[in-house]
C-alpha cells in the first residue's frame, strides 16, 4: 500500500483529500504544520507528499526544496494562488505537478496514481543496460537518469528528464503542449498547460547555450515544440 504525506494546514481540506485518497486505498497522514511535515517527509517512508504553499513555520516552497534535497519522490504542490510565478517557482524547486485551489478531490486521486504508476516504472528500471541518446553535445543517459552538455552533469527534476528523453526520442515531431502534458504527466491538460510552458523553460536554462536561439527545441509559434536534430 502506498504511503502519502499530506502537509496542509486547512484541516478540512486535508481530512477531504485523505478520505478520498483512503477510498482508492492509499495510506494516508496528514501533518498541519509546516516544520513538523518537513522532519516527516526527511526521516519517514512516503511514496507521495501533496504540500501546500502556505504553512505554519515552513512554506512549501522550502519544504520542496529541503525535500528534492534529499529525495525524487514525487511531489504535488496544492496552492489557492494562482500567479503563473507561484507555479514557475514551484516547480522550479523540483515540485512534479502544481494545483490550484478549488480542485476536485477526484482530479486530486487520478493525479496522483498517474505520478506513482510513473515514478514506480522510473525505480523499476533495469540498471545492468544503458541505454544513451547523444545529439551535438547533449547525452541523455536514460538508465541512469542523468543529463551532461559538453561533459558537464546538469540536474534535472524528474519530469524535466521525461520531457527532454521524449522529445529527443522523437526529433522532428512537432508535438502540442495538449500532448506533451498527456504524454508525460498521463493525464488530460485540464485547461491547465502552463506546466509544460515552465519546465521546456528550464530545460532550455540547463541544455541551450542561448536559450534565444535554442538548437535543440524549438519552438514551432501556435502549435507546440519540436526537437532539431
Not at 8 to 17: C, K, M, N, P, R
Not at 40 to 49: G, K, S, T
Request: hydrophobic residues 40%.
Amino acid at each position: 500500500m502506498s504511503r502519502i504525506l499530506i502537509i496542509e494546514d486547512e484541516e478540512a481540506i486535508a481530512e477531504l483529500e485523505k478520505d478520498y485518497l483512503e477510498l482508492s486505498d492509499f495510506e494516508v497522514i496528514i501533518e498541519n504544520d509546516g516544520t513538523k511535515g518537513l522532519d516527516r517527509a526527511l526521516h519517514e517512508d512516503y511514496d507521495l507528499f501533496i504540500l501546500d504553499l502556505m504553512l505554519p513555520g515552513v512554506d512549501g516552497f522550502e519544504i520542496c526544496k529541503e525535500i528534492r534535497k534529499a529525495k525524487n519522490t514525487p511531489i504535488i504542490m496544492v496552492s489557492a494562488k494562482k500567479d503563473d510565478i507561484d507555479k514557475i517557482r514551484g516547480l522550479g524547486l523540483g515540485a512534479d505537478d502544481y494545483m490550484t485551489k478549488p480542485f476536485s478531490p477526484s482530479e486530486l486521486v487520478a493525479r496522483v496514481k498517474a505520478h506513482l504508476a510513473r515514478y514506480e516504472r522510473l525505480i523499476g528500471t533495469n540498471p545492468n543496460t544503458n541505454e544513451v541518446i547523444e545529439i551535438r553535445g547533449l547525452k541523455i543517459d536514460k538508465t541512469a537518469r542523468r543529463v551532461y552538455i559538453n561533459g558537464e552533469e546538469k540536474a534535472f527534476t524528474t519530469k524535466e528528464f521525461d520531457l527532454l528523453t521524449f522529445l529527443a526520442q522523437n526529433p522532428n515531431h512537432v508535438f502540442t503542449k495538449e500532448e506533451l502534458f498527456r504524454k508525460i504527466w498521463d493525464m488530460d491538460s485540464i485547461g491547465d498547460i502552463a506546466t509544460v510552458t515552465v519546465h521546456i523553460k528550464k530545460i532550455r536554462e540547463k541544455i541551450e547555450f542561448d536559450t534565444s536561439n535554442p538548437q535543440y527545441i524549438e519552438t514551432i509559434w501556435g502549435v507546440g515544440y519540436r526537437f532539431k536534430v
